[in-house]
């Protein structure tokens, strides 16, 4: 059943993306990042939730070699250059941030897809599914505006006077 691998598909996903955003909840602890981060991975474990049950409603088992390899992946991406030697950084922040609006984009597509079978496929409730796409487009809107801030965070000089050509002093 090609729905089943799909839905299978997505739970990887969204089993990657509540430990990359709980990971990422806590290196930002005690900051508006941190608390954007916990709120987001709460409605990612409720999304999932929902999706397990969906696949329930269908009869769509889990893939346990796909879970198991979507956890795996997310520990491994921790090993990726981001500027410093050891601990967090900026650039680990909007990667990370960058990363989930991907996965919330992909969620979404997800859900707009469920809704276009939902009349083939009667076991799917539409208004659920339509709360779902709801908030999958505000997890978009506010993750973008986070992924914004955090990437002026990481990419911006800081404010030092800069020569004006090549050759010329700050001092």
């Not at 955090?150 to 020569?163: R, V």
Request: no cysteine; charged share 25%.
């Amino acid at each position: 059943m090609l729905l089943g691998i799909y839905l299978n598909d997505h739970l990887a996903g969204a089993t990657l993306a509540r430990e990359l955003a709980s990971r990422s909840a806590r290196s930002n602890r005690g900051t508006a990042y941190g608390d954007f981060l916990e709120h987001l991975r709460v409605e990612i474990d409720e999304d999932r939730g929902s999706l397990l049950a969906i696949m329930e409603v269908l009869g769509v088992g889990e893939d346990r070699l796909k879970l198991a390899t979507a956890w795996a992946l997310e520990k491994a991406g921790r090993l990726k250059l981001n500027g410093r030697l050891l601990g967090y950084s900026p650039y680990s922040r909007a990667l990370e941030l960058e990363t989930l609006r991907l996965g919330v984009q992909g969620k979404l597509a997800m859900w707009l897809a469920l809704r276009h079978i939902q009349p083939a496929e009667p076991r799917l409730e539409r208004r659920a599914i339509d709360a779902l796409i709801e908030r999958a487009e505000q997890q978009a809107e506010h993750l973008e505006a986070h992924r914004l801030r955090a990437a002026a965070d990481a990419f911006t000089p800081a404010a030092t006077p800069q020569p004006d050509r090549v050759g010329d002093s700050a001092a």
